[in-house]
Nanobody, 118 residues
Framework: QVQLVESGGGLVQAGGSLRLSCAVF????????MGWYRQAPGKQRELVAT???????NYADSVKGRFTISRDNANDRVYLQMNNLKPEDTAVYYC????????????WGKGTLVTVSS
């Protein structure tokens, strides 16, 4: 069974930086698109950033210029560099990978908590 494992969350002061990592295990196929989503307390899960296997990227307006998504195709990993963090970035961050074909399927990690103090 495919498993996604996130790491890198934690507590940071406003203006600080964190780097999230996500590794894909037990997949027969390389990932298609990969991405990061987040869910703040009392809110719905929202897209943060996505990256295709060709490394085209897409960002939520709220993180543009502060966050950078990247991936290592050879090792099926995706990263999220988060700079100039704000208290409103506090959330559980989830890794997503779209894997396989006919049809491809979406897989999710269990999440990693990012807390930004003011």
């Amino acid at each position: 069974q495919v498993q996604l494992v996130e790491s890198g969350g934690g507590l940071v002061q406003a203006g600080g930086s964190l780097r999230l990592s996500c590794a894909v295990f037990r997949s027969m196929y390389s990932s298609n698109a990969m991405g990061w989503y987040r869910q703040a307390p009392g809110k719905q899960r929202e897209l943060v950033a996505t990256i295709t296997n060709g490394k085209s990227t897409n960002y939520a307006d709220s993180v543009k210029g502060r966050f950078t998504i990247s991936r290592d195709n050879a090792n099926d990993r995706v990263y999220l560099q988060m700079n100039n963090l704000k208290p409103e970035d506090t959330a559980v961050y989830y890794c997503n990978a779209n894997i396989g074909y006919r049809p491809p399927m979406d897989y999710w990690g269990k999440g990693t908590l990012v807390t930004v103090s003011s």
